[in-house]
């Protein structure tokens, strides 16, 4: 992540030259050694550093992407808005909603600008899909499901990192997977009141890995060790609108990779988005409801920040492309003073969804999801 960070940085001034602020790559910190000066010779970085803390003490920085592991977010965050940096900090911002409202009271009492990376809302095609729910072409919202499958934990080989651990990770799928469904869910359709939850752990025990491990290393022959957080989770929804909804979200689903999308259907039509269809959408509307077609729709200039990228409906636009334009809202609030795009509200109220399903979780009942 902190790769694609460096790249969108990079590329803004190319896609969004109106910007009166231009990044310059000031420092970059790693604490595996040699990783930080690769970073620095590749990326074209001014310095490397081994130790966060000389980043919040460099007089020459004045804005910090936090990339680093969850249970590093919060420390890293509050010492950053302290030091009064802005703030691009990853989601789930912390291991707890207690984390993330840390970070956003640091970065509210420095006054400082606070963005977080939830990536899929800023695909043109959901922001198209916000405005026509918003408009009420598919009527009154009766019920969304939203699912976010992947495969990057399904190998049985795959090395007991940071993120199969309480301590370090927090929780598993929530936080990787299902805050961005969340994020989404209340991006579409608004505030998440009450939900229910269940989890399940499907690969118990990873081997420890041997060495220094980068993504999602595969290891063999090191101690095994059990996995502290789960693998699946699923939920139902009610939202203060009234409508229901279920999100469904796994790290372990062989022969899916990058499933994410949702369905949200209305009184009189529906709406869907495939993130692996990035920059389509079905879309049924009309007054049959029984029989109605549901048409694709290639969004295009005119949809969120998609006319930056490409001249015309149907030419494709990568997962890059959401952090170009986050490092753009992000860099534009910095400018203007004022927030663009997800920022740690967004993250508070988020990771209380996702505290509200551990919750449920243990409980076995429905929760109430707090609103402050």
Excluded at 33 to 39: D, H, L, N, S
Excluded at 212 to 238: F, Q
Excluded at 254 to 270: D, I, K, P
Excluded at 327 to 349: C, H, K, N, Q, W
Aim: glycine residues 12%; contains cysteine.
């Amino acid at each position: 992540m902190g790769r694609v960070h460096t790249q969108a940085y990079a590329r803004v001034p190319h896609h969004f030259p109106q910007l009166a602020l231009r990044p310059e790559l000031v420092t970059v910190a790693e604490e595996v050694p040699g990783r930080a000066e690769q970073a620095a010779r590749q990326y074209g970085f001014a310095s490397a550093v081994r130790d966060w803390r000389e980043v919040a003490a460099d007089p020459r920085v004045g804005a910090v992407s936090v990339t680093a592991p969850n249970f590093l977010h919060r420390e890293i965050g509050v010492a950053m808005a302290e030091a009064g940096k802005h703030l691009w900090i990853e989601k789930p911002v912390g291991l707890t909603a207690g984390d993330a409202r840390a970070v956003a009271d640091a970065v509210a009492k420095a006054g400082v600008q606070g963005a977080v990376g939830f990536n899929y809302r800023n695909a043109p095609a959901v922001e198209a899909a916000r405005d026509l729910i918003a408009a009420g072409d598919i009527g009154t919202v009766t019920h969304v499901r939203i699912r976010l499958f992947s495969d990057y934990a399904a190998h049985p080989d795959g090395a007991l990192t940071w993120r199969y651990e309480r301590e370090r990770g927090g929780s598993g799928v929530l936080g990787d997977l299902a805050s961005h469904g969340a994020d989404l869910a209340r991006f579409l359709l608004g505030e998440i009141t009450s939900l229910t939850a269940d989890t399940a752990v499907f690969v118990p025990e990873r081997a420890r890995p041997t060495g220094t491990t980068a993504g999602h290393t595969l290891a063999t022959g090191g101690a095994p060790g059990p996995v502290e957080n789960e693998d699946y989770v699923s939920a139902l929804l009610r939202f203060a609108s009234g409508a229901r909804g279920v999100l469904e979200a796994c790290r372990v689903s062989v022969g899916e990779q990058n499933s994410y999308g949702f369905e949200v259907h209305g009184t009189r039509g529906a709406v869907f988005w495939d993130f692996r269809r990035m920059n389509e959408l079905g879309v049924s509307r009309g007054t049959t409801y029984q029989d109605q077609p549901v048409s694709t729709v290639y969004v295009g200039p005119g949809a969120g920040e998609f006319g930056a990228f490409q001249p015309g409906a149907a030419n494709a636009m990568g997962y890059d492309d959401l952090k170009v334009i986050e490092a753009y809202r992000f860099l534009r609030s910095i400018a203007e003073g004022t927030p663009y795009g997800a920022t740690l509200t967004d993250a508070v109220r988020g990771a209380a969804v996702l505290d509200a399903m551990a919750r449920s979780v243990e409980s076995g009942t429905w929760v109430d999801v707090p609103t402050a």
